[in-house]
């Protein structure tokens, strides 16, 4: 059953009701694909009730960025998630307005450093501090056992697993796969800004990394080093392209010969739409 | 009973297993004086178990700030609570190390804005977010049903106020009144890098505040503004004085003839020695 809040206040008062149930929770910004779906679908598998909110932060826009433009399809989402089929409980938290998030006056922000100022922290200065002030306010009001985020976002559930872990936050976080359509592109509410020829534009990104991933898989690390670089060095030659590094996937850090994980990310705009994929591959470099 | 801890792991099994009993909590840099006293009085006289910490942390200090030279007196400060013979359990915490507060790359911060870059805020960049990041830690450690703060640091207690609203943070906040000595100086640990003569010249900072206080009660809004208005402007033109500021005590803003409450503060520096110090006065304008 599907129910759905718009005020925090009445949300909190079901919340108490439901005691120490097991709870999932499935932090979107609504506009669902089925990258959130997938995530809805785990969660119930796992827990009785599941939590979707559903919120455009305000505060992870900058100045520049499109958080007016942002779809807002909850009728749409609704139907998205009931058409799961689900059998146990699904609450649909979607804030009427950004003050139920942020009551009369609340100032307060929590920051993670070292590893919010590369890639798209640096690109959108303030993003990372945004995402983990509402990712704990969420958690706040909604107090789940386990909380679901996409890998598509590596960077952001990196941060908020550092966040859980310094501030010893009682609940889990678990990462799930990227989504991706027949094409390779990753699914994202942004996909709907591109045109035809845009999405073709865009499958450079997911290739790109594919590229990289089969180095890294197929080559000593001496030798998959030099390729590597040659190939970021020229892609990002190209100004469409933001970033494409390939780190540590623990830490952000680079890669090294004892790096058992690593991490290829990529950010393409692709006309005014700005795009991120990335890969995870374990390394076990030939000899 | 005192019991002392030093290491986080064997205070929170400790902290475990004391369950739901009324805690309460008196977070310090140690060095205690009776400021600190009154504090731990209070909270054993209303909590079961009183824990107090006693940590001097990193993240408060600016780089040419006393962090080093701050006095560290532990064997001192066990005896000044022995002394207050309180039959109640006394838990005593002072981590043996930073890294016990901040483990293994601990990287967030917790910052409030508004009211934390006036006063203090302004000459001691980045104590605030020290100051409200280690409580988050202490409260999380500790898990008090209260914390007790002196109203010396009004602004911090203000701040942390602040902070435990927004995020919701599962305790009370009992702010208490400065103890001062016989000649008026608020009770500080920086007061022992005072010498006698600076021990007179710090009686500015109580008497200026005092005097301030005395014109807010007794004349009109009008009045009371011009007079102090022109108090401020003189005394400030004194390099000592790092602030003197009246201000609405609920939100450090400024005053205005509906204020009900204003705080008077002050910020004086004695030789090397920064002191601070304020005066809350109910208004009731005399017509």
């Not at 509402?134 to 976002?153: E, H, M």
């Not at 872990?165 to 996909?191: C, F, H, V, W």
């Not at 590229?211 to 670089?229: A, K, P, V, W």
């Not at 892609?235 to 994980?261: A, G, H, K, M």
């Amino acid at each position: 059953m599907i129910k759905l809040f718009r005020k925090i206040d009445e949300f909190k008062e079901y919340r108490r009701s439901l005691g120490q149930t097991s709870i999932g929770l499935v932090p979107t910004m609504g506009n669902l694909h089925s990258g959130h779906l997938s995530l809805i679908e785990e969660s119930s598998k796992y827990n009785e009730v599941t939590i979707v909110t559903i919120f455009v932060n305000p505060l992870q826009f900058g100045p520049n960025e499109d958080f007016d433009k942002y779809p807002r399809t909850l009728e749409q989402d609704l139907q998205s998630i009931d058409s799961l089929s689900i059998e146990k409980d699904i609450l649909v938290l979607a804030p009427e307005s950004a003050s139920e998030i942020y009551p009369n006056g609340f100032s307060t922000t929590i920051s993670i450093s070292g590893l919010t100022e590369k890639l798209c922290g640096s690109s959108r200065p303030g993003h990372f501090d945004g995402v983990t002030t509402v990712v704990y306010q969420l958690f706040n009001i909604t107090k789940p056992s386990i909380a679901y985020f996409g890998q598509k976002d590596f960077q952001q559930q990196l941060i908020i697993k550092k966040m859980v872990r310094d501030l010893e936050l009682p609940l889990q976080i678990q990462t799930m796969p990227i989504i991706r359509d027949e094409s390779g592109l990753a699914k994202s509410s942004r996909n709907q800004y591109l045109s035809d020829s845009q999405r073709t534009e865009a499958l450079e990104l997911s290739k790109k990394i594919s590229t990289i991933r089969e180095l890294l898989q197929e080559s000593s690390f001496i030798d998959s080093q030099i390729s590597i670089n040659s190939i970021l060095e020229e892609t990002l030659r190209d100004e469409r392209w933001d970033y494409l590094e390939v780190l540590d996937s623990n830490n952000l850090q680079s890669i090294s010969p004892t790096t058992n994980e690593a991490v290829i990310l990529g950010a393409l705009k692709v006309g005014e739409t700005r795009l991120i994929d990335n890969q995870v591959v374990k390394i076990i470099y030939a000899r």
